[in-house]
């Protein structure tokens, strides 16, 4: 069914309506949508438009809707167009003409994008906690490895000697950043569009006040042109997501690598891995890899919708129906990914022993002789320059820093005595980088406790927005 004819002498051709079909994928707005009609008829109710006999009949017929969309009872038929013609054919189904109704003083184009708002937060929400849940996991895994050593990478080359419980806490803090982009995001996508209806407002003695509220929503949308064509609140929302997937994606990255032969770093839990159809002896990083290749249609959606939206015009155009497919899409593949992310992570053995003794290899103390001589009042170029000559004798004699002599020191900078070489060692070069971000266990241990109260936090907001947010959803 359509929800328009009245000025058509024909039915749309056959092509046109399978171009323009929506319900399809836009079926999962449906218990948004009877929620926000029900907010609707409360209005309607309270400013005496409908006699108070019939808005109770919508009213149970709305609540009967919603438990049979709920169990799957009622569904789309092939001639629905979209998801607010197959709920007003299941309401008038049950009621007959009294339940148009409700279509008094609203549009799609209000409508529309009210439902997708709601969809939107209830799966920000459900992210946040999936998001929560990687970071612990991640935490756990820091702290349980913070006294490991390994290697710390700058160009793919070895670098400086890190705790490998640093190396992994970075993953819960570019998360951290991710949780309060959502919440930044709810706090600006909270407006309501319902009462804008088609563009410009309504002449019905409706309250968009408290359609907004009883939504749940901070405020009403300010103007009622671009509450209809507004869809930031998608872009950001991809553009949260995309965010989420590139960090997964870097996560992804490192466990590829680490758990290959000539790293031999990581051993990854069976439950996390794959094996090959004909190489009988392979373990294969599936989820790690899906996670760097989910990134590119996070990517990808964002890209398309920041494509529908450029040079737009003003108000709803049937352009921004292309909104909700990429927006799925990306809703329900991170929604996907993010679990076993999380428990490849919480599962992955680490090889202590491989990470130390590749950790002092590619001369990764230099920069210790460097300080050393700064210490001495040295200044840092001298200082530089005499710590990549000692690498250089080290090379050609195909030794370690720690094995040069005292002699061949002195002959790097005058100021080069052998008591340098006690600081040689990857421990004590890790232990003495104590800034509050450093290496040092001690600072990493800190870091995680701080990375812990922040989520925390953050799971406390979580919790009191899905609190609000299923009461906006009971009917
Ligand atoms: N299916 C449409 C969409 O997703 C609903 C709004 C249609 N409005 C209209 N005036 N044709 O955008």
Redesign the pocket.
């Known amino acids: 069914m359509t929800l328009w004819g009245g000025r058509f002498s024909e039915s749309p051709a056959d092509s046109l309506f399978a171009l323009s079909r ?1 319900v399809q994928f ?1 079926w999962r707005l449906a218990p948004y949508d009877i929620v926000s009609s029900v907010a609707h008829l409360e209005v309607l109710e309270s400013s005496g438009l409908l006699p108070k006999a019939d808005c109770a009949k919508i009213r149970s017929a709305l609540t009967n809707l919603f438990s049979e969309v709920q169990s799957g009872k009622f569904l789309p038929l092939p001639e629905d ?4 013609s197959a709920l007003e054919r299941g309401l008038t189904e049950k009621i007959g003409v009294i339940g148009s109704a409700i279509r008094a003083g609203r ?3 209000d ?2 994008t009210t439902d997708l708002k709601l969809y939107l937060i209830d799966n920000m929400l459900e992210i946040s906690i999936a998001v929560l849940h990687l970071q612990e996991a991640l935490l756990a895994k820091s702290l349980e490895y913070v006294d490991a050593i390994a290697p710390g990478f700058t160009h793919l080359q070895h670098a400086q000697p890190v705790s490998f419980g640093h190396e992994l806490a970075k993953h819960a803090v570019s998360l951290e950043r991710d949780l309060s982009r959502i919440s930044d995001w709810m706090v600006r996508s909270s407006t309501s569009p319902l009462g804008s209806g ?1 563009l410009s407002g309504s002449s019905l003695p409706i309250s968009p006040e408290s359609t907004a509220k009883r939504l749940g929503f901070d405020s009403v949308a300010q103007n009622s042109i671009d509450a209809v064509s507004d869809r930031d609140y998608v872009a950001e929302a991809l553009f949260i997501i995309a965010m989420i997937g590139l960090h997964l994606s870097r996560i992804g990255e490192e466990w590829s690598i680490w758990s290959t032969t000539e790293f031999g770093w990581a051993q990854l839990d069976d439950a996390y891995s794959t094996g090959s159809s004909i190489m009988p002896q392979k373990k294969n990083p599936d989820v790690a890899e899906l996670a760097r290749g989910k990134a590119g249609r996070f990517i990808g959606n964002l890209t398309a919708l920041l494509t529908v939206l450029k040079g737009l015009p003003f108000a ?1 155009n ?1 352009d ?2 292309e ?2 497919e990429v927006l799925f899409d990306s809703v329900e593949n991170l929604q996907l990914l993010l679990d076993p992310v999380a428990g490849m992570v919480a599962t992955t053995k680490f090889n202590r022993e491989k990470m130390r003794a590749a950790a002092p290899l590619g001369f990764t103390l230099a920069t210790e002789i460097a300080d050393y001589l700064v210490r001495k009042g040295v200044n840092f170029a001298q200082a530089h320059d005499a710590a990549g000559q000692c690498v250089q004798i080290a090379e050609a004699r195909n030794c370690d820093l720690h094995d040069l002599s005292e002699s061949e020191l002195q002959s790097a900078h005058s100021q080069l005595a052998g008591d340098v070489i006690k600081l040689l060692t990857v421990e004590g070069a890790i232990a003495a980088r104590t800034t509050s971000n450093g290496t040092a266990p001690k600072s990493v241990v800190l870091q995680i406790a701080k990375l812990r109260s922040n989520a925390a936090l953050t799971k406390k907001w979580v919790e009191t927005a899905s609190q609000k947010f299923i009461r906006t959803m009971t009917l």
């Not at 167009?81 to 607010?84: A, G, I, M, P, S």
């Open positions: 929506s836009d167009e979209d998801v607010h549009s799609r184009n409508q529309v088609a709803y049937r921004l129906q909104d909700k």
